[in-house]
């Protein structure tokens, strides 16, 4: 179709791709490794996510990285970090359901009263509104396990889990990324960013910061992160775009403890088949490890790129 090879077309790293690598000429094979060849691994998460999570190197075969434990969910590492999950901390709507999705009323449920403007930021697709950006620090709240409505009810995205399959694989430049399988339209719920959560405190402390991410509000003086060091998700290998393709927000879902908001990627543009998956990183990282590496996104308005070549700093 208008002069495209099947391997043009197909999702990369899935089996029929896969198989069309394959069935190429063998790229010219590594001095190092005289059996080198493509490597495919079906679900680097063994089974801890509910959609696979594949892994794909056709640029050295490299395996993927061994030194973290692959999670779900956040984990709550100390005492002090424990969040706060008792059903009287919690509030809920009492939205009638038998009514439709009566929680897009905005003057009927109390979980989108708390919402910013007081609105329903979902569509019915469960997309959510770019405009939300806009806003300074926005925190959303979805109805929760104790809420009269439907685990059908539009103001639920986020506890539902990522509806998209991703990919970690093998970049030129960059190291580990992470790309799509199939087209995911701007607006969706991508992944979250999953990790240890710790305070800012022991952050300062911590070996390896390259895979830190402030949860807390700017306005709040009880900071908290998120690490991904030695225990994360897919998110953990997103690299860094000076224009990026999905952005962070605050969620609450199955709790309401201000300290420890779900951080949800959602995409911001239309990201096609094979397109890589990208955030900001943010002028703070760039202060620090601006001096170690430089930014390889690539884009036309690249704002960190110096001499030495981005490689993910990985843990010793």
């Not at 099947?6 to 490794?33: C, H, I, N, R, S």
């Not at 038998?98 to 697709?125: F, H, K």
């Not at 830190?212 to 991904?228: K, N």
């Not at 030695?230 to 998110?235: D, F, T």
Request: proline letters at 6%; hydrophobic letters at 35%; one cysteine or more.
């Amino acid at each position: 179709m208008n002069g495209e090879l099947a391997l043009d077309v197909a999702a990369p790293g899935g089996k029929t791709y896969f198989a069309l690598k394959e069935a190429e000429p063998a790229p010219p094979k590594l001095a190092v490794d005289p059996s080198w060849k493509p490597l495919y691994i079906a679900d680097i998460s063994n089974g801890r996510e509910v959609i696979p999570v594949p892994c794909y190197n056709d640029v050295d075969g490299e395996l993927p990285p061994v030194d973290f434990v692959y999670v779900a969910h956040n984990l709550e590492t100390h005492l002090d970090t424990s969040i706060k999950r008792a059903i009287m901390t919690i509030e809920r709507c009492q939205c009638d359901s038998s009514r439709g999705d009566v929680c897009t009323l905005e003057d009927s449920c109390t979980c989108i009263q708390r919402n910013p403007m007081q609105t329903c930021w979902y569509s019915a697709e469960g997309l959510i509104d770019l405009d939300i950006f806009g806003l300074k620090e926005p925190v959303l709240y979805e109805c929760n396990m104790l809420c009269a409505c439907h685990t059908s009810c539009p103001n639920r995205v986020v506890q539902h889990g990522t509806q998209h399959r991703v990919q970690l694989y093998k970049t030129a430049k960059m190291g580990w990324g992470v790309r799509t399988e199939h087209r995911i339209p701007k607006g969706s719920f991508v992944c979250e960013y999953v990790g240890e959560l710790i305070s800012d405190d022991e952050a300062e402390v911590r070996g390896n910061d390259s895979y830190i991410f402030d949860i807390g509000l700017e306005s709040s003086d009880d900071m908290w992160c998120v690490d991904a060091c030695n225990y994360g998700n897919i998110a953990r290998f997103i690299n860094h775009s000076c224009e990026p393709n999905v952005k962070p927000i605050r969620v609450f879902a199955q709790h309401q403890d201000h300290r420890f908001p779900h951080m949800a990627l959602f995409s911001v543009d239309d990201i096609e088949p094979g397109g890589q998956i990208c955030f900001d990183y943010g002028a703070n990282f760039w202060k620090v490890k601006g001096r170690q590496f430089s930014c390889e996104c690539g884009t036309p308005s690249c704002s960190y790129k110096r001499k030495r070549k981005y490689v993910r700093a990985s843990q010793d």
